[in-house]
């Protein structure tokens, strides 16, 4: 029974965490609209210290993959981002891959959430953005603008 209890403890120590770290996120619901570019999308979190100047990733497909700056909270419809991707054709803030490009422009984030919940989310929100599964609890919000 007492060991029940610890684990108790700490399941509720962990969330309670975690809703202390969502009350000072950074929200992304207005900027997944799929109403601006990827350039509008990802250079002000840039400089504002909130995204990695640099992307971790660069798909063969163009699509840039940015992390949130250390110490940097982002959310997308209350869930977690991981993630932030991105290319727009021609500008110099976003690395080509080697391969095909994914067209002139396409923004999204990639979240720690369920597709269902994520999908509903963004539907409530009005978005025109497309989710896709990525993993279990891996979710991604795409806007070919």
């Given at each position: 029974?007492?060991?029940?209890?610890?684990?108790?403890?700490?399941?509720?120590a962990?969330?309670?965490?975690?809703l202390?770290?969502?009350?000072?996120?950074?929200?992304?619901?207005?900027?997944?609209?799929?109403?601006?570019?990827p350039?509008?999308?990802?250079?002000?979190?840039q400089?504002?210290?909130?995204?990695?100047?640099?992307?971790?990733?660069?798909?063969?497909?163009?699509?840039?993959?940015?992390r949130?700056?250390?110490?940097?909270?982002?959310?997308?419809?209350?869930?977690?981002?991981?993630?932030?991707?991105?290319?727009?054709?021609?500008d110099?803030?976003?690395?080509?891959?080697?391969?095909?490009?994914?067209?002139?422009?396409?923004?999204?984030?990639?979240?720690?959430?369920?597709?269902?919940?994520?999908?509903?989310?963004?539907r409530?929100?009005?978005?025109?953005?497309?989710?896709?599964?990525?993993?279990?609890?891996?979710?991604?919000?795409?806007c070919?603008?």
């Open positions: 029974m007492r060991k029940r209890a610890s684990f108790e403890q700490l399941v509720i962990i969330a309670l965490a975690s202390g770290t969502l009350t000072h996120a950074h929200p992304l619901d207005s900027q997944l609209d799929c109403k601006s570019t350039h509008d999308f990802i250079a002000p979190l400089e504002n210290h909130l995204l990695e100047a640099k992307p971790m990733r660069v798909e063969p497909n163009s699509i840039n993959a940015f949130p700056a250390k110490g940097a909270t982002l959310t997308a419809y209350g869930f977690k981002v991981y993630a932030l991707v991105a290319y727009q054709k021609e110099p803030l976003f690395k080509p891959g080697k391969g095909e490009p994914i067209g002139d422009a396409a923004y999204g984030a990639v979240i720690w959430g369920g597709d269902a919940e994520v999908a509903q989310k963004v409530e929100a009005g978005s025109d953005a497309v989710v896709y599964r990525v993993a279990p609890f891996i979710t991604a919000i795409f070919k603008p």
